[in-house]
């Protein structure tokens, strides 16, 4: 089964920065999209950022362009969030997905572009 693991949330006071970590089994990474989403309680969860199979081309919600970088190392079989800055609105769960389409030309922000989660990882961001 494809098992996708996410790590490396914590608790940082505002202005400091984590890199989240999403690790992937099951599946060649290499040829699949990539993409983070997050959820604060009470809300829907929304878009964060996007990275094509081939990793030429990145996706960023409004809120976190020039604050968060998405990467991936397909050596490793892990995408990474690199987020700087952080503020107190960034606090949520922060999920790691695998895209649902085979080496897809097209980016949506839809979830339901993506067909494995992982289980989250929290991020607390302190003011």
């Known amino acids: 089964q494809v098992q996708l693991v996410e790590s490396g949330g914590g608790l940082v006071q505002a202005g400091g920065s984590l890199r989240l970590s999403c690790t992937v089994s099951g599946r060649t990474f290499s040829s699949y999209g990539m993409g983070w989403f997050r959820q604060a309680p009470g809300k829907e969860r929304e878009f964060v950022a996007h990275i094509s199979w081939t990793g030429t081309s990145t996706n960023y919600a409004d809120s976190v362009k020039g604050r968060f970088t998405i990467s991936r190392d397909n050596a490793k079989n892990t995408v990474y969030l690199q987020m700087n800055s952080l503020k107190p609105e960034d606090t949520a769960v922060y999920y790691c997905?695998?895209?649902?389409?085979?080496?897809?030309?097209?980016?949506?922000?839809?979830?339901?572009?993506?067909?494995?989660w992982g289980q989250g990882t929290q991020v607390t961001v302190s003011s």
């Open positions: 997905a695998s895209e649902r389409r085979f080496r897809t030309a097209y980016f949506t922000m839809g979830p339901d572009a993506y067909d494995y």
